[in-house]
């Protein structure tokens, strides 16, 4: 087993007592050119123009930004849900979490085969997203159901745009995988705001 290298020191806390942290390892590991150049295409024998595919990956990365954050917040939901639908939703949110888990893959790897770099970390998704924010102090079902609902229905959007867009750049395999990720987010806005009608 390899042995860690970071190193521990021990400051004072408070209350008199003392913690143990760990310091961060040393950086400097990726050359500064790489992590800057993201706009850089692998080789590929896909047979898709250059160009095509460069636009391609643009708009797939815009859409996986948004699907991270809708997974991310079909997450949020499935934690805090309170109140007598509790174990109804609790489930169901994770459900949902499950599949949007699915599509989020689907995206990335696409860019991935394109010769594109997905662009799935914390700091890319949240200058990207154009989804609304989840409210973090919501508690009943009710209020996660409108707010997932909210969310879903943006993605659902954002899908169908990303379909319109794949079909003028004549990329018939990105608007497939599109048409398949937004047909299953439709199939759960249905469960979700489902709770929201017949009364
Ligand atoms: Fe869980």
């Known amino acids: 087993m390899a042995r860690s290298t970071r190193s521990t020191r021990t400051a004072p806390r408070k209350d008199g007592r003392s913690r143990t942290t760990v310091a961060p390892p040393p950086r400097a590991t ?5 992590s800057r150049d993201i706009s850089r295409l692998y080789p590929t024998k896909n047979d898709l123009a ?9 708009l797939l990365n815009q859409r996986l930004a948004e699907c991270i954050d809708l997974q991310t917040q079909c997450k949020q939901a499935h934690w805090n849900v309170k109140g007598p639908a509790f174990i109804g939703l ?3 949110f994770d459900d949902v979490n499950e599949d949007v888990e699915g599509y989020v893959d689907l995206i990335a790897e696409r860019i991935v085969q394109l010769g594109g770099i997905a ?6 998704v949240e200058g990207r997203s154009t989804l609304p924010d989840y409210p973090l102090a919501l508690s009943s079902g009710a209020e996660h159901v409108a707010a997932l609902s909210d969310v879903l229905g943006a993605f659902g959007r954002a899908a169908r745009i990303g379909i319109e ?4 750049l004549k990329d018939a395999g990105s608007a497939d995988l599109l048409t398949e ?12 705001e489902a709770h929201q009608q017949g009364s």
Do not use: C, Q, Y
């Open 50 to 58: 250059e160009e095509t595919r460069v636009e391609v990956i643009t």
């Open 119 to 124: 662009e799935g970390t914390v700091g890319a």
């Open 181 to 192: 990720v937004s047909r299953g987010v439709d199939k759960w806005l249905w469960f979700v």
């Open 90 to 92: 609790h489930k169901l």
């Open 30 to 34: 990726v050359p500064e050119s790489r």
């Open 165 to 168: 867009e794949m079909n003028e």
